[in-house]
Structures are given as C-alpha cells and as structure tokens.
C-alpha cells in the first residue's frame, strides 16, 4: 500500500529551467494538494484540486502551475524556476467528506542555483 | 498576520516532562483543527484530532476554544520519542493551512 508517492525526491535545476513534479495517490481520495515549506514558514499551501478536473489557487501559487490529471495524480510544474523557489515540496491527499485527515508524500527536496 | 500562528520554540525539556503548546488561528469560520507531528526531513503525520469538548489520547490532551480562537496540546510524560516538531493545522472548505510548528526536544 504505496500511499501518496513524489517524483522525485530530490532536484538540482538551474534558474530559468522548467520541471514537473509528480504526485499519485492510490487511497481513491477526491482532493489533493500541493505544499512547499521552508524554514521557520511551516507549510504553505500552493494548489490543491477539490477533486479530478478541478483546480484552485493557494496562498502561494505565482511560479507555479498544476494539472490533475486524473482522480490519482497531481502535477505541480515549473515553468521557468527561481532561487527563491528552492524549498521542500510536499504533495498531500484526503477523501472527501468525513474527517478531512490529509496523507502526505515524502517530499521533493529541490534547490535551484 | 498569519492564519495560524504557532509559537515556534524550541521547547527542551527532560523526560518526564509535561509541556504544552498553543496555536491561534484568524478564520473564524474554520470548521476542522489537528495537530500534526513532523519529524526532521519526513512528511508531516495526523496526531490527533481536536474537537471543541476535548479530547485525548493516552498522554496526548487537545482543547480548542472557539471563541478565542485557540488550540492547544498537552503532553504528559514526556519520551524521547516526543522529540519532533508539532503543526497545528486548521481546515476550512478543503484549504488546510498549517502553523509554522513548534519544535519539541526532550532530553534525557
């Protein structure tokens, strides 16, 4: 029972590439969403999707963009990456309805230099 | 101002040790509050649950208080294994917003 998996778990990218970080989930949950934390931050909400074909912004959204592209996985990419992007990126999901308890990923270390 | 506010520590205390923590959150239409434990370099995992009457679990104790808009947690007995940063976390219509954690080091 594999959970929530990140793709992957670590990345080094110069400023001005483009990457994609992968998320799938295998627990049929609606509603995914996408984390950064950085120290003394905590977690920040980027994008989540309430459910497949839907979208939403977070607190942090400019830099960013997502895909959810189907109820399983969440894409959160990169176009053009800065260093004030560099940070732990976690993607998380939860069933809708009942208690809205949230499954996390390991994590996506990246550093852009 | 922060939608959830935690004081970050760090809190160092030995074994045995009762230490509780608080977190105020800004929307009062916040439906749902958790704290949340994260050791170092892992993901964030579910504690415990707060409800508005209370709750605990063995040595864990969570209170919420709506009309101040505050959460705490209390732990009695303190292991070693304690040792970890703890999120407080609010939910509201599928945005879950995180405190910024309190970290927690129990000492022998």
């Known amino acids: 029972n594999a959970g929530v998996t990140q793709t992957p778990k670590f990345q080094v990218l110069k400023t001005g590439q483009s990457m994609t970080l992968q998320c799938a989930q295998d627990?049929?949950?609606?509603?995914m969403y996408w984390y950064r934390q950085d120290p003394g931050m905590g977690l920040r909400l980027i994008y989540y999707s309430a459910s497949e074909g839907t979208t939403d912004k977070g607190e942090v959204p400019n830099g960013y963009n997502v895909s959810r592209l189907n109820k399983r996985e969440f894409s959160l990419r990169l176009e053009s990456a800065a260093p004030s992007q560099t940070s732990v990126y976690f993607c998380?999901?939860?069933?809708?309805?009942?208690?809205?308890?949230?499954?996390f990923g390991q994590g996506t270390r990246l550093t852009v230099v | 101002r922060k939608e959830v506010e935690q004081d970050p520590g760090p809190f160092n205390v030995p074994e045995g040790a009762t230490v509780a923590f608080n977190c105020t959150y800004s929307?009062?239409?916040?439906?749902?509050f958790f704290w949340y434990r994260q050791d170092c370099r892992k993901e964030p995992k579910l504690l415990m649950s707060v409800y508005s009457s209370g709750n605990e679990d063995g040595r864990f104790t969570a209170q919420l208080n709506r009309a101040s808009q505050y959460i705490s947690l209390l732990i009695r007995d303190s292991k070693l294994s304690d040792s970890a940063t703890y999120l407080c976390?609010?939910?509201?219509?599928?945005?879950?917003?995180f405190g910024a954690g309190t970290r927690l080091t129990v000492k022998p």
């Open positions: 929307n009062s239409a916040s439906q749902s």
């Open positions: 998380a999901s939860r069933v809708a309805g009942g208690t809205p308890e949230a499954f």
């Open positions: 627990m049929n949950h609606n509603s």
């Open positions: 976390v609010v939910w509201s219509n599928n945005d879950m917003r």
